[in-house]
Nanobody
Framework: QVQLVESGGGLVQAGGSLRLSCAASGRTFSSYPMAWFRQAPGTEREFVSAISWNGAAIYYADSVKGRFTISRDNGENTMYLQMNSLKPEDTAVYYC???????????????????WGQGTQVTVSS
């Protein structure tokens, strides 16, 4: 059974930092892209960042570019999201996602990802 488990969320003041982790089990995703998405109340799930299997290709939403850093450790089957200079508008449930599909580029749409974690809440106070 494939599981993605996020951790590291919490409450932080604006300007602070958090580091999210996504641990995969049940299969290895070391050869496949992975991504982070987020969803605030009353909004659709939105793309945050994605990374290729070897970390050579990385994409960020404009809203987080320069503040967030995605990385992965294939030996540990784990992906990370370092979030700095957090803003109240970053408040959301953050989800990690993985795919077992083959893509010519790293996908940035939710429908391209087959496996999802349960989400971790990030709340940024002003």
């Amino acid at each position: 059974q494939v599981q993605l488990v996020e951790s590291g969320g919490g409450l932080v003041q604006a300007g602070g930092s958090l580091r999210l982790s996504c641990a995969a089990s049940g299969r290895t995703f070391s050869s496949y892209p992975m991504a982070w998405f987020r969803q605030a109340p009353g909004t659709e799930r939105e793309f945050v960042s994605a990374i290729s299997w070897n970390g050579a290709a990385i994409y960020y939403a404009d809203s987080v570019k320069g503040r967030f850093t995605i990385s992965r450790d294939n030996g540990e089957n784990t992906m990370y999201l370092q979030m700095n200079s957090l803003k109240p508008e970053d408040t959301a449930v953050y989800y990690c996602a993985a795919t077992g599909g083959v893509f010519s580029t790293v996908p940035v749409t939710a429908r391209s990802y087959d496996y999802w974690g349960q989400g971790t809440q990030v709340t940024v106070s002003s």
